[in-house]
């Protein structure tokens, strides 16, 4: 078996996309595009590198050949895995996002493809680990180290879950990271958002997850809830889908001129 199929197998790609993924690994000339893929690994010329790499891979409407090259890169960022003695576990679970960005493209657009390829150096660089329920990213925050927190479209968000998170962060920060000393974490997300507290129950697990932060402010445009909430963020109003009860009372929401937009929020590290 490959190590490129072994990879696919470990963060379970679908296997429709999986078998185009190891066809182009076949038909792209990797070698040559080396010089680009390494800037992929350091933060101040990611986006140089994606530029120069979507130049060269041409016509690429499903996003297929740049996630092959990324996937393709993955291998040598699991050598430094290895090297640092991180677990395979999370490994796979963090590299696990591009099989998740794959569904998602399907969910919002009907057929499997790959448009998040300005999110994944992160991983790729190891600036970003999942750890448990939540996604844990080495930042800035007014000149200071902190850690910023993402939430996956997977993510089931009880208490106990987020508080395991944050207790195996922790841990694994301060066994891989040392220099890297920090006092907050820090969220920028629609979950954040205010305005949730009009349309969900108190008990509910994101005002839970809310809990946990300090609002520092809230961006009331920002349209990240129309893409994680309904899938698409083209829709207009009347488009927005009803399918579940968050869609249905934001829905109302909006409706009645509410806005969610994004919070950004900080809390301190335990």
């Known amino acids: 078996m490959s190590l490129l199929k072994s990879l696919l197998e470990g963060i379970h790609m679908p296997e429709e996309a999986a078998e ?6 076949k038909e792209i000339d990797y070698e040559t595009l ?33 996630l092959t090259c990324m996937l393709t890169a993955a291998l040598d960022t ?14 796979y679970d963090t590299f696990g996002c591009f ?19 300005w999110w994944t150096p992160r991983q790729l660089s190891m600036e970003e680990f999942r750890l448990g329920e939540l996604e844990f990213e080495l930042e800035k925050w007014k000149g200071e180290n902190v850690i910023s927190v993402h939430i996956p ?8 879950n987020c508080q395991a998170s944050y207790k195996q962060a922790g841990e694994f920060f301060a066994a891989y990271f040392k220099e890297f000393s920090y006092k907050y974490y820090i969220c920028d997300s629609w979950l954040l958002s205010p305005g949730l ?6 008990e ?28 698409n963020p083209k829709l207009t109003l009347e ?5 579940t009860s968050l869609q249905r009372n934001i829905k109302k929401y909006f409706r009645e001129g509410g806005q969610i937009g994004a919070a950004f929020g900080y809390r301190p590290a335990d």
Not at 78 to 91: L, N, P, T
Not at 101 to 116: C, I, M, N
Not at 197 to 202: D, E, Y
């Open 239 to 243: 488009e927005l889908p009803e399918n």
């Open 197 to 202: 507290k009009a349309v969900l129950a108190p």
């Open 99 to 117: 099989s998740r960005f794959v569904k998602e493209h399907l969910a919002s657009y009907g057929s499997y493809g790959f448009d998040r390829c």
């Open 34 to 66: 080396k010089p680009m893929v390494s800037k992929l690994y350091e933060r101040k010329v990611w986006q140089e590198g994606l530029e120069e790499l979507k130049t060269e891979l041409g016509e690429d409407p499903k996003g297929y050949k740049i």
């Open 20 to 25: 185009k993924i190891i066809q182009l690994e």
């Open 204 to 231: 509910s697990k994101i005002l839970q997850f809310q809990e946990g932060f300090t609002i520092d402010s809230w961006d009331k445009e920002d349209p990240s809830c129309l893409e994680w909430v309904f899938k």
């Open 78 to 91: 699991y050598k430094i895995y290895k090297e640092k003695g991180i677990q395979d576990k999370i490994f």
């Open 153 to 160: 479209s997977d993510a089931k968000l009880t208490k106990e």
